[in-house]
């Protein structure tokens, strides 16, 4: 069997940041591997699950492209084949029928010999003829001696004294099974060979292979890999900003930025930095996630999120814009509009860390004239008034050949004629032409924009003085 990894997150929330790189993680070393990446919801907490938040897991994976092979699968909807493998090793021995109360236990944690040891059920071991007509749980019947390894291929030999784990309760009272049970369950019912998760679920991978020995099945490849920490060395939270998927998203991150730099967080290949998917995929592997935890570092992201805006195709950039306009609930940009923004992409591209930014430098094409610009940005047509305007119009509209070199010279003369500098004319004329100074270059747009088009943006501010 090839590789078959799984991301199965809980629907109680959002998708954090930390679950999404978990995903893709898991997502990368199935493609690497020619293998298959599942999906499952644990949805077995009834209390706490919604399916607004299993929504908002589906949307998220879809944004960022972590496309998942077959149905997803629901944890809850297997709870009779979780109770029947409790069954199997209830009869198999490996598991037993606990009556102790919670009083009962409760007291035993709280005396000198349950602070120091795993509890030690009276039950374990009682004859059929000794058992009440009681609620009881199903717990395992765990080794007493010895020790337990696992070769986890990020943390390397991880070794428990056997003696250090509880009987776990496979099956409550009311005949659910617990989630260390159905995990396992659906993890073998479904072939998952690999388990790629945060470190925090080490020793889970202990009290899981407890469990596989006693069904005698085989124990998945376990790969632990490190935290996502604040740049305060803290655990992510949101005192650090965005934290779930959606908010990225909303914030006007590509997905192949996040993808990038999600890669990075734990993983490396050499020195790379910026990379495409499709390297990612090639590169990756397990011997290349680090133990260490690892920092969110938001200017990173943006560095990473400038690289892709300016080296995506422009059909995966328009696609990405559309998808951050959408998650603005604002309408999706016209026809007319997107063959209008195509043909300014180069120029638009350039230095936009964000698609907000890209979009904010495309108002000179997207935006309605005349341009009023906002009260710090009018201070820039001060100079303006004084005259420049309509000594500048004669001689753009006497221009034969609308080239950037040719239009630069022109505001170069013209600007030693004056004796002031060149920004000094061609800031206000950013105003002029696009209500803002956050666009391009003064000459980039008007060879876009065109001669007539300059020249009636150029009358509607003079028309205001």
Known sequence: MGIVTRFAPSPTGYLHIGGARTALFNWLYARANGGKFLLRIEDTDRERSTDEATRAIFESMRWLGLDWDGEANSQFARRDRHAEVAHILLNTNHAYKCYATKEEIDAFRASPEGKYSSFQSPWRDAGPATTPDAPFVIRLKAPREGILSIDDAVQGKVTWKNAEFDDMILLRSDGTPTYTLAVIVDDHDMGVNTI????????????????????????????????????????????????????????????????????????????????????????????GVNKAPSRFDFKKLDNVSKYHIENVSDDVLIAGLQDYIGSQDREPLTDGELVKLKAVLPIVRERSKKLPDLLDKSRFVLGARPFAPDENEAKHLISVSNGILKRLTPLLANVTTWTKEELETLFRDFAETEGVGLGKIAQPMKVVLSGTTKSPSTFDMMVAIGKDETLARINDAAAKM
Do not use: C, V
Request: charged share 25%; no cysteine.
């Open 196 to 287: 790629i998760r945060g470190d925090e679920h080490l020793i889970n991978a202990g009290r899981q292979s407890l469990i596989y020995n006693a069904l005698g099945w085989d124990i998945p490849t376990f790969a632990h890999i490190p935290l996502i920490y604040g740049d305060d060395g803290k655990k992510l939270s949101k005192r650090h900003g965005a934290t779930g998927a959606q908010e990225f998203r909303e914030m006007g991150y590509l997905a192949e930025a996040m993808r990038n730099y999600l890669a990075r967080l734990g993983w490396s290949h050499g020195d790379d930095e910026l990379f495409t998917t499709e390297q990612a995929i090639e590169w990756f592997d397990l011997k």
